[in-house]
Every structure is written in C-alpha cells, then in structure tokens.
Nanobody, 125 residues
C-alpha cells in the first residue's frame, strides 16, 4: 500500500507560481508511474501531468509549457512546478501512483491505483 500526501497549495494571483509536493510512504516509488490531477466541483477529474519511472513526462494541452512535473526518488516525493498561473487553474490538485509502467505516464484516472486527498489551489485575477 502506498500513501500519498500533497502539500504546497494556496492562493496566488494570476501570473504567479506555486510548487506542489506529493510525499509517498509505504513503498519506494522509484518504479512507479506518478501523475497530477485536478478537479473543479461538478466536473470530472482532469489529468494535467504525469511522469514514468525513467523520467519521461506527459502534459495536458492546458498546462503544457507552464507546468513541470518532476520526482525525487531519494525523497520519495513527486513535484509539480506551476508557473504563469491562470484563474482557470483553480482546482483541487491530487497526486496518484501506480506500479504498472506506462511510457511517459498517463493522464487517465483509470491507470492509477493510489491517490492522495489533494491540496487546493486558488488563482485570483
């Protein structure tokens, strides 16, 4: 079992930056595919960034060029650097993990077994 705990959310003005962290425990995530997802009330969860065990990455069109996903396997932690934030980035952000390899990671919720509870990001105009 893997437990995931997100941190780093908060309120920021449009154009600002935040870095989210996802600390894993219960198992080493070095071989896991990891992803970041976000959800607005009343809407489906959306995949925004993912990273595989080799460091290959995938981004949604809505965040490509602004967000960067990375991992520090020594710290068992996943990160999401978010730059040039927009009001439409406001959401609850969650991280996810799965032991099955998927090249570049996956932005589909169906590919992940373990989920964190999320951290809220609010971007004001």
């Amino acid at each position: 079992q893997v437990q995931l705990v997100e941190s780093g959310g908060g309120s920021v003005q449009s154009g600002g930056s935040l870095r989210l962290s996802c600390a894993a425990s219960g198992d080493a995530i070095v071989s896991y595919v990891m992803g970041w997802f976000r959800q607005i009330p009343g809407k489906e969860r959306e995949g925004v960034a993912a990273i595989d065990s080799d460091g290959g990455t995938t981004y949604s069109d809505s965040v490509s060029g602004r967000f960067a996903v990375s991992r520090d396997n020594a710290k068992n932690t996943l990160y999401l650097q978010m730059n040039s934030l927009k009001p439409e980035d406001t959401a609850m952000y969650s991280c996810a993990a799965d032991p099955v390899y998927y090249h570049g990671g996956s932005l589909s919720t169906h590919e992940y077994t373990y989920w964190g509870r999320g951290t809220r990001v609010t971007v004001s105009s």
